[in-house]
């Protein structure tokens, strides 16, 4: 089993390694999801939304994923987040998305803030890509389509007052798995 878990424990602290996040990093993922589509009309009428400009995600066998990200209520930035996942299952490579969670009302903003914060396995996100077909979700499945930022359309809604959209910045990675992800919030 450590063998196994040595491999996995080399992506996870390679994901690690990656540099914080720039502060327009933030901006600059939050652009991406304005120019989609479908993501777009959520900045309309959404009470506030949780940005993550990188997750890095690896795995055999186990995975894990980590991605430090903001939070904004009212488009005001009022938090620093983080999302860590643990899967297991089928599953081999790694990859790097992001990541922008839409809280729909007052309520849904105040349960994700309220500490520790969990997706079970059934949430789940939508993937932002060019190509048809490519999906993702909280419980393990992976987006591996191709990306083009200014052309993305997506279909998706609110489910238990959040909605989730990621893009896939790149690897590759096949999984079927099961997990959720689970997050924490520090206001600033």
Known sequence: MIKR???????????????????????????????????????????????????????VGVGAAYGEGRVYEKGKYVGDTSMTQLTVGFQLG??????????????????FTSGNFEFGAEASAVAITAA?????????????????????????AYNKGLATFTVAKGGLMYEATIGGQKFTYKPR
């Open 132 to 156: 048809a077909g490519a999906t993702a979700n909280t419980a393990g499945s992976s987006a591996g389509a191709s990306v083009n930022k200014h052309e993305a359309t997506v279909v998706g």
């Open 94 to 111: 790694g990859q790097a998305y992001s990541q922008i969670i839409f809280f729909q009302n007052r309520n849904a903003f105040k349960e």
């Open 5 to 59: 878990l040595i491999p996995i424990l080399a992506l996870f602290s390679l994901a690690l390694a990656v540099s914080p996040a720039r502060a327009d990093e933030y901006q600059d993922t939050i652009n991406v999801f304005k120019k989609a589509v479908e993501s777009s009309r959520f900045f309309k009428t959404a009470y506030g939304y949780a940005v993550f400009p990188t997750i890095g995600k690896g795995g």
